[in-house]
């Protein structure tokens, strides 16, 4: 075993997108893992786009990063060393590694994985991605039958969850994606009923025509994923009563793209003359819910009733060029490094 580890750390604070230079890659002494802890060999670490925020030194829900901090992120690995009681040598687990080929971390943040499926599902579909999927969408989805739900970002761990259990509901589901692979996955592997490719639409009032087309019902629930011009796009095609979950903003994340004030009015506008109900939520509120999640979820994606896809990059030196990419799209569903 090797007495050197390696990680990425925040080299500098991003302006709008980030760029390669704002990581920095670290080697240094694998760490002991104290009394209670394990050491942990990462062998998959989640990319996701709220990492984004802790670069950044602004108020949030979430701490944000010193520079010189590692880069935050969930891990599944393997247990190399354990000095807690209820892990072994060799256990696989995930828990907050942050973007590291090791980890120490107490016993008390970790869950064991049982092997049943694919460690590395624990950061996607049956992980903080699908988890904030289902308690959104039922919790402020409110969803029924027969209504019509819009989702952003669809191929992702997150679109495609809400996708695949509204559409199990009985509602008609419209994907938005970019590109026109990705609009193929969006239908044949998650089932959406219609899926509209964003790049090949160079404004609100354009992307809102192909919606409408594929919404002829209008639209009850917009799960906001994305934000920018989706957003406009949506709103006035929003029904009386429809429900806006607030999950993400992704394109406005590097401080780009942000809409211009004057339009800011008629949006909110939208959301009075329809009584809408717009509901911002942070995953971490509800981690409580995640053994009922679990047991819902899991055996479906084991039977393979709820799919996933996973996008592997390799090698933790890659993981700020593949982050830089899923930032921009160019993902293929759950961005993973694999180590
Ligand atoms: P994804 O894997 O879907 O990756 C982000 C995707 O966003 C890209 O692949 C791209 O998809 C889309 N995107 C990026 N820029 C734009 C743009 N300008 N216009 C339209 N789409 C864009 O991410 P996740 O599924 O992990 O997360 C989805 C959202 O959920 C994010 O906003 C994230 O922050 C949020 N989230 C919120 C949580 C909470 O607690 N509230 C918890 C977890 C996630 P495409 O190429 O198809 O456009």
Request: net charge negative.
């Amino acid at each position: 075993m090797s007495d050197q580890m390696s990680r990425i750390t925040l080299a500098r604070r991003p302006e709008g997108a980030p760029v390669q230079d704002d990581f920095k890659l670290e080697t240094g002494a694998l760490p002991e893992p104290g009394k209670g802890e394990v050491l942990i060999e990462v062998t998959h670490l989640s990319l996701d786009p709220y990492m984004r925020g802790r670069m950044d030194d602004a108020k949030s829900y979430a701490e944000s990063l010193e520079i010189g901090d590692t880069m935050t992120g969930q891990g599944v690995g393997r247990v190399l060393k354990s000095n807690a009681d209820d892990f072994a040598e060799g256990d696989t687990v995930t828990g907050m590694t942050g973007w590291a080929s090791h980890a120490t971390l107490p016993a008390s943040v970790l869950r064991k994985l049982d092997g049943s499926v694919p460690a590395s599902t624990a950061l996607g579909v049956l992980g903080m991605p699908g988890l904030t999927g289902w308690v959104g969408l039922h919790k402020y989805g409110n969803p029924k039958a027969g209504e019509t739900l819009v989702v952003g970002a669809a191929t992702g761990p997150v679109g495609s969850m809400v996708g695949q259990l509204a559409k199990s509901l009985g509602l008609r589901t419209v994907a938005i994606a970019g590109g026109e692979e990705k609009c193929r996955i969006a239908t044949e592997t998650f089932g959406f009923d219609a899926a509209i490719d964003h790049h090949a639409h160079d404004d609100a009032k354009s992307l809102r025509a192909a919606i409408a087309e594929a919404a002829p019902d209008g639209v009850d629930i917009y799960w906001e994923n994305v934000a920018g011009q989706l957003i406009e796009a949506v709103l006035p095609l929003m029904n009386v009563h429809g429900r806006i979950p607030i999950c993400g903003m992704v394109a406005w994340y590097g401080g780009d793209n942000i809409a211009e004030e004057n339009q800011l009015p008629a949006m909110w506008r939208s959301i009075l003359v329809n009584r809408l109900q717009v509901t911002g939520f942070i995953i971490f509120d509800h981690w409580d819910e995640f053994p009922e999640f679990l047991a819902d979820v899991g055996p479906k994606v084991e039977a393979g009733e709820i799919s996933y896809l996973e996008d592997v990059a390799e090698g933790l030196e890659n993981a700020p060029e593949a982050f830089i990419a899923m930032l921009k799209g160019g993902n293929m569903g759950k961005q993973v490094v694999k180590l």
